[in-house]
């Protein structure tokens, strides 16, 4: 069956980089996502990686996928206290329109 | 575009209380979802539609109906509300396998 296992939470000073993981089971996932969800609100695509591709690069933020250990990560160069949220990693499979989510990683930024 | 949205933003029943939760694209998206959202459980699917007349069940169905007689409508209607259903619901939609376009969310509350 498909599951999507993050880290709960993750704590960073403001100017560090952070690095989020992810790891998932189904072999057959065809792009991976990235979300970012602030209190209260709905969830915002952040980027996507295709299941083809070891890296994708956007601004501050780095992709990375082994698609042998089935791993994917977010790097936040140079965090701000407005990157603090909850970040959430999704897969979807081949064939599916649906996505399937991890539990999400609690991401705070201290000055 | 208003991109997807849902109506209400919050809504308060009692146990045992019929509901229905509105979701509107005007994308012209072929796929819409419903998803749930509860605490340390990241998103879970509930229904799925890839069509006007099409429909199918997610990951946790029970106690929920959709129903889609339009492109662009994908309404969830509540039977019989329980404390169980207190979540934050989630509406989103898309084209194809592209990536998927979320509504601002409806807080329920069931007491």
């Known amino acids: 069956g498909e599951d999507v296992e993050q880290s709960l939470f993750l704590s960073v000073r403001e100017g560090d980089s952070s690095v989020i993981n992810c790891t998932y089971t189904d072999s057959s996932s065809t792009y991976l996502y990235w979300y970012k969800q602030e209190p209260g609100a709905g969830l915002q695509l952040l980027t996507y990686i295709f299941s083809n591709m070891d890296m994708k690069q956007d601004q501050r933020l780095t992709v990375l996928l082994n698609k042998k250990d089935k791993h994917l990560s977010l790097r936040i160069a140079d965090t701000q206290t407005g990157d603090s949220a909850i970040y959430f990693c999704?897969?979807?499979?081949?064939?599916?329109?649906?996505?399937?989510f991890g539990k999400g990683t609690m991401l705070l930024v201290s000055p | 575009n208003a991109g997807v949205t849902q109506t209400p933003k919050f809504q308060v029943l009692k146990t045992g209380q019929s509901m229905t939760l509105q979701c509107a694209q005007d994308?012209?998206?072929?796929?819409m979802s419903w998803y749930r959202q509860d605490p340390g459980m990241g998103l879970r699917l509930i229904h799925y539609s890839v069509g006007a007349g099409i429909t199918d069940q997610g990951e946790v169905p029970n106690g929920y109906n959709v129903s889609r007689s339009t492109t662009e409508d994908f309404p969830l209607r509540l039977l019989s509300a329980a404390p169980s259903q207190t979540s934050v619901y989630f509406c989103a939609s898309s084209l194809g396998t592209s990536e998927q376009y979320f509504g601002p969310g409806t807080r329920l509350t069931v007491t």
């Open positions: 999704a897969e979807r499979t081949s064939g599916y329109s649906t996505l399937t």
């Open positions: 994308m012209n998206h072929e796929y």
